[in-house]
């Protein structure tokens, strides 16, 4: 089974994933890591390359951040290098739509490509204003 980490600034990971457990009941083989104030950001490093090494069985790791270019994000990139025995794809954006696709994925046997590429595209499509949705449905 594919792993899923998901990395964050504060509670927003818990939070993410206590709205998917509320929608798809309790999941298995995830973590959640949030960056709080104070905390050493080499053992932030370490908690994400633990987590990585944690839930990769051998079929990777889909690993989820909120911020492009931010701390959680680079901390994960650069454990790439660390880490060259386990395989894993890091998306930023994350979102619910996103995280939700991801584990659907997960659920009915997708790859760790699929699933990431399945959860970058649900995430961006889950991004909707509603004027202009009903302006799509009034045309």
């Known amino acids: 089974m594919t792993g899923i980490l998901v990395v964050t600034h504060g509670e927003m990971a818990t939070g993410l994933m206590d709205s998917l457990s509320l929608i798809m009941g309790d999941q298995e083989d995830y973590q959640t890591l949030g960056l709080k104030h104070g905390d050493d950001i080499v053992e932030f490093s370490e908690k994400i390359q633990a987590g990585i090494c944690e839930l ?9 951040v909120d911020l492009f270019s ?6 994960a990139a650069m454990s790439f ?7 894993y794809r ?12 991801a584990f659907n994925q997960r659920m009915i046997g997708a790859d760790l490509e699929t699933m990431y590429q399945a959860a970058m595209n649900t995430g961006k ?3 909707k204003e509603f004027l202009e949705e009903m302006a799509k449905l009034n045309s």
């Open 70 to 75: 931010a701390s959680p994000y680079n901390q």
């Open 125 to 127: 499509d889950g991004i």
């Open 81 to 87: 290098n660390k880490l060259k025995d386990h395989k």
């Open 56 to 64: 990769d069985q051998g079929e990777g790791v889909l690993v989820l």
């Open 90 to 101: 890091l998306v930023s954006g994350v979102n619910l739509p996103m995280l939700i696709e």
